[in-house]
């Protein structure tokens, strides 16, 4: 049974390394995460990451992912300790960070990644789970954003923020999202938002909406659900 989700961003550059002169900036989103992160475990559930990658796969506790793409020799463990080859997506390996920064190495993590052609996850009826949900809003903010500026990006992201905000697993949906754009401003969390509320749908969940802002031209927000009366 999934007990609670958390949702952070997918961006590189909240790892503080990548960061650097901007480290300190992003430092009210990676507390938000951490909150919702910590929040999430505190119901004793398993963590599940859920990120976005070419493939879909699952991936068990001793998966590592490396940041050397992003020009940082850094191997960063899924849940638990291995010498494993880096296996993790980029997205996936973003998350394992923050996991670690918010739980520790030993978190008991696993993870799934979804595609845009399959963003479906299991039913996880054995055993507590708690999702970590990756994804970044739209890349299109203003004019020095990745996209360029699109002024659909702020009602788009706004959406999603409304959403995250009510514990509306229903208007996280692909095709829901699509109606206001999505498919065309550079949204990073589409497809794990997709696959996440065909498994949060249903239930009542208390929300908290922890972050919501675009530093970089880039929306990044930050939630966390967890069982109405749970």
Known sequence: MITAAAFCPQAPVLVRDLAQGAAAELEPLREACRTAIRTAAATGARPV?????????AFESTAR????PFGLPLEIGLGAPSDEPPVLPPALTVGAW???DALGPASGAIAVAVSDAQHTLPAFTEGDVALIVLGDGSARRTEKAPGYFDERAAPFDAVVADALAAGDATALQRAELARHGGEELLVAGLAAWDAASAVLAGPAWEARLLYADAPYGVGYLAAVWTRAGG
């Not at 992912?65 to 050397?68: E, F, I, M, S």
């Open 49 to 57: 990451l859920v990120g976005s990658a070419p493939d879909p796969g």
């Open 98 to 100: 923050l996991l670690q």
């Open 65 to 68: 992912g490396t940041l050397a």
